[in-house]
């Protein structure tokens, strides 16, 4: 049993990623490009200490993004609204913490409490959609995601919008005390300097511990193991004491509030303010880094770092006449190749768990069909 | 349930590959057919408004007067704005003033597009700037606060931003030593455009599309909408559509969209339609196209380039009335003479009307008719008689 886990959760992405480079590769040959070149083109500026800090920055919204998705795939809940939350709560974020200025430590906090809030507040309406009426949040958080895209569009350029001289568009800046510092004092005692614009976020910090946070509360904990019952079957947890409303409200309330705080990483450690070009898709990519993952929080870690490298080391492709869209091909197979490869391996180690236990048991008549 | 699982899971895949998909779109940066053609056609066909007041805005870019001075062994990097290479207008225009200079003056560089979303901006100016490039284009007013950093960081580096200054992040303009700002009056070029618009109009109706609902944006449709009430009093202007809101950037490069709201506007009676929306224009030329009949030919007007030439195809020229001129080309095509020369000078370059920065394009000789009413305007705003907003009436 446990080399097959092993199998499935190491093997299955790895083979997933040959796969997808493959392909790739393919395209590349297609339009006359050499891929080892433009992949080692890749690697050796992916791995320059500017570039391995703007791949950790890219990773921790994606990461963040993926445990908002990852608590409701453990119950079989799918929030495809991360998106349009993470726009929504960074917006408010931006304008409620340019309004005052506290001790640097509660102002942060008041501005992460604002943002979780928001996002918490916009998955709940989905959940109570789902509870009261039935309808399937799939529908209700994408359908959602582009209300929220047309009302932080609207409150962005008519309410939160700063005086401005010139031509942007963009909130007030939030003060001083609002701002997540850099690590790159830490990294330089390490001896590692970092040019200008390569600033490693602090958020860091706060996304390992919402990493082992999501950890406890799946694995640890008593909700954690409703959670998981209901998603492995409903109707037995159901049964069993678990009240399936309250569920689906509770965990998209923590799914929610963990979207809510997605953009936080640019907006305190970068921007200080929400800016016209704000980055988006994060809630798109996160469902991709869970299911990359696994919903195992080192898993997604891993994924979100993949994903972030990957963003990074695309841009030196347009430097080299690479189409770095190359990247884009390259994240989408991966996605769907750790989707199918999983399910290969999970069936042979299935059928090889059944067959241990026929050989256990000797004088087993037949085989139990094999589980699909 | 467990198969339920799998199928939700592929939906949410499927949903990614197309937000991945969407998200490619656009930002790459091959070169079309359209973008070579631009400066040239422009050059042949252009009249710069106001009649004899100013030269020919055209054949500048391609000769700056005298030699061409020597660019050997210099370097200048181009940084686009979403749509990049072939959105047959703003960036297009860019890019052919950078490639006639690395034909003619022999400069090297290296060119860099956005996401179609714009988020990477900065990293391309930065990369541009390790790369070595001794002046980097940045084409866009979305680049003012990134090139108040990045120039920050560079200070040796020198930069020149189109449609705006460089702004700290509390909004202050700011005067850098090694930044120049090229800005265009564009609500000049685009009263003509309204001027033109209600002369032509057989229906009493005209409209207006925008790329993206940004303050450079209105300064289109504030001027569209006075030429063409000054030109017409009892005109009826449909309210402006706008593709998108920032933060979402796409509305500039989005054809399928831009042909929505044409056939909409089309569809309320308008027969004449003014774009300000880069590669999505495309759209509303098509979309004149499909709805014209015998009995009535729909009319739309181009921006930023000569849009009846870098279209090309002669289908959607017959609809293509004139297009409002923004010498992108000129003014990139001056910061990089004026870089190679030692003359770059840092600070805001205006470009209007009567700097031939702005004017209107004669191809296909639709408004001839009416050139002599159009170039009346134009001498009107030149001579400061007419002051056209910036800003679009509440």
């Known amino acids: ?372 | 349930m467990k198969r339920n699982l799998r199928y939700l899971a592929l939906f949410a895949v499927l949903t990614l590959v197309l937000a991945a998909c969407g998200d490619g779109e656009g930002g790459d940066t091959t070169t079309t057919a359209g973008g070579d053609t631009t400066t040239s056609a422009a050059a042949d066909t252009t009249t710069t408004a106001g009649g004899g007041t100013s030269t020919t805005a055209g054949g500048e870019t391609t000769t700056t007067a005298g030699a061409a001075p020597d660019g050997t062994g210099r370097t200048v990097g181009m940084a686009f704005d979403v749509g990049g290479r072939g959105d047959l207008s703003f960036n297009d225009l860019a890019a052919a003033a950078w490639d006639n200079a690395i034909a003619e003056y022999g400069i090297t560089g290296q060119e860099l597009a956005p996401d179609a979303g714009g988020e990477n901006r900065e990293e391309n100016l930065r990369l541009l700037a390790e790369a070595g490039q001794e002046l980097i284009i940045a084409n866009g007013f979305a680049f003012a606060q990134n090139v108040w950093r990045v120039g920050t960081e560079f200070p040796d580096t020198m930069f020149a931003i189109t449609d705006d200054c460089p702004q700290d992040d509390t909004f202050t303009v700011v005067e850098m030593p090694n930044v120049r700002c090229m800005l265009f009056s564009e609500e000049q070029g685009s009263f003509l455009m309204g001027v033109a618009a209600a002369l032509k109009s057989t229906s009493g109706t005209v409209g207006f599309i925008g790329g993206v609902e940004t303050p450079l944006i209105l300064k289109f449709q504030a001027g569209f909408e006075t030429g063409a009430a000054a030109a017409n009093p009892d005109i009826n202007i449909l309210p402006a559509v706008y593709l998108t809101q920032v933060p979402d950037f796409t509305g500039f490069n989005d054809p399928v969209k831009g042909k929505e709201a044409a056939l909409a506007l089309y569809g309320q009676g308008a027969d004449v339609i003014y774009h300000a929306a880069g590669g999505s224009g495309l759209g509303l030329f098509e979309a004149a196209d499909e709805l014209s009949t015998d009995d009535s030919h729909l009319w739309a007007i181009g921006v930023d380039a000569d849009q009846y030439e870098s279209v090309g195809d002669p289908v959607l020229q017959e609809h293509i009335l004139t297009s409002m001129l923004k010498r992108v080309d000129v003014a990139v095509d001056k910061a990089i003479v004026d870089f190679l020369n030692d003359e770059f000078t840092p600070g805001p370059i205006r470009l209007g009307l009567a700097e031939g920065g702005i004017g209107y394009a004669t191809s296909g000789g639709f408004v001839d008719d009416i050139a002599a009413d159009l170039d009346g305007y134009a001498e009107q705003i030149i001579a400061g008689e007419i002051e056209v907003p910036t800003e679009p009436a509440a």
């Not at chain 1, 067959?355 to 037949?366: I, L, M, N």
């Open chain 1, 1 to 372: 049993m446990k080399s097959g886990r092993l199998l499935t959760t190491v093997v299955a992405p790895l083979i997933a990623l040959v796969i997808a480079f493959g392909i790739a590769a393919l395209a590349l040959l297609l339009v006359d490009i050499d891929p080892i070149a433009a992949y080692q083109e890749m690697l050796s500026f992916g791995l320059s200490t500017e570039s391995l800090i703007i791949t950790v920055n890219n990773a921790l919204p994606l990461f963040v993004s993926a445990l908002a998705v990852a608590i409701g795939f453990k119950m079989g809940l799918f929030n495809i609204g991360v998106e349009g939350a993470y726009l929504l709560a960074a917006l408010f974020a931006a304008y409620v913490g340019a309004q005052f200025s506290i001790t640097p430590i509660l102002h942060v906090s008041a501005i992460l409490l604002v943002a979780a809030a928001v996002g918490a507040f916009w998955a709940w309406i989905p959940a109570v959609l789902k509870v009261k009426r039935g309808v399937h949040e799939v529908i209700s958080t994408i359908m959602l995601n582009y209300i929220a895209f047309a009302l932080s569009a609207y409150l962005f350029l008519n309410v939160f919008r700063a005086e401005t001289a010139g031509l942007t568009v963009a909130t007030d800046l939030i003060p001083e005390t609002g701002w997540i510092p850099s690590l790159n004092p830490i990294l330089a005692w390490f001896g590692i300097e970092a040019r200008a614009g390569a600033n490693l976020h602090g958020f860091l910090f706060i996304a390992i511990f919402l990493g082992i946070g999501y950890h406890f509360l799946v694995n640890k904990s008593r909700f954690g193991y409703d959670l998981r019952s209901s998603g492995a079957n409903p109707t037995a947890a159901h049964a069993s004491g678990v009240d399936p409303k309250k569920m689906v409200i509770r965990t998209m309330l923590i799914s929610g509030a963990l979207a809510g705080l997605v953009g936080i990483a640019p907006l305190l450690g970068f921007y200080h303010q929400y800016p016209q070009d704000f980055p988006r898709n994060f809630g798109f990519n996160g469902i991709a880094v869970a299911l990359l993952g696994r919903n195992h929080p080192v898993g997604m870690a891993f994924g979100a770092l993949l994903f972030g490298f990957m963003q990074r080391s695309s841009l030196i492709l347009d430097l080299v006449d690479v189409p770095k869209e190359i990247v884009t091909i390259i994240q989408g197979i991966v996605v769907l190749a750790v989707v199918i490869v999983y399910e290969i391996i999970s069936r042979y180690v299935n059928r090889r768990v059944i067959a241990s236990a026929a050989a256990a048991t000797e004088t087993a008549p037949d085989a139990p069909p094999v589980a699909a």
